[in-house]
Nanobody, 126 residues
């Protein structure tokens, strides 16, 4: 049984930082890319960042330079360090595991994810 559990969300002011964590239980995911998506009510879930098995990282343009994704394979975990937060970053953030073994490209979509967490709310006030 695979389970992804996110933590670290909360209410912060614009310009503040937060670090999200996601721990996966079940088989090790070191050979798969892990990703973060976010979703606001009434909108589609969108890609935020991904890190592949070789530690290559990819970001949405809207977060590039502000967010940093990292992973700890020994802990089967992925993290998202979010700096210089803006009100438009307010969303529910979801971690996910890509279904493609050894994928090292830059294309990450909801349809390529095999497992999802339950989400953690991030609210940024102005």
């Amino acid at each position: 049984q695979v389970q992804l559990v996110e933590s670290g969300g909360g209410l912060v002011q614009a310009g503040d930082s937060l670090k999200l964590s996601c721990v996966a239980s079940g088989p090790p995911f070191s050979l798969y890319a892990m990703a973060w998506f976010r979703q606001t009510p009434g909108q589609e879930r969108t890609f935020v960042a991904a890190i592949n098995s070789g530690q290559g990282a990819y970001y949405a343009d809207s977060v590039k330079g502000r967010f940093t994704i990292s992973r700890d394979n020994a802990k089967n975990s992925v993290y998202l360090q979010m700096n210089s937060l803006k009100p438009e970053d307010t969303s529910v953030y979801y971690c996910a595991v890509d279904r493609r073994l050894y994928y090292s490209g830059s294309d990450y979509f909801q349809s390529t994810m095999a497992y999802w967490g339950q989400g953690t709310q991030v609210t940024v006030s102005s």
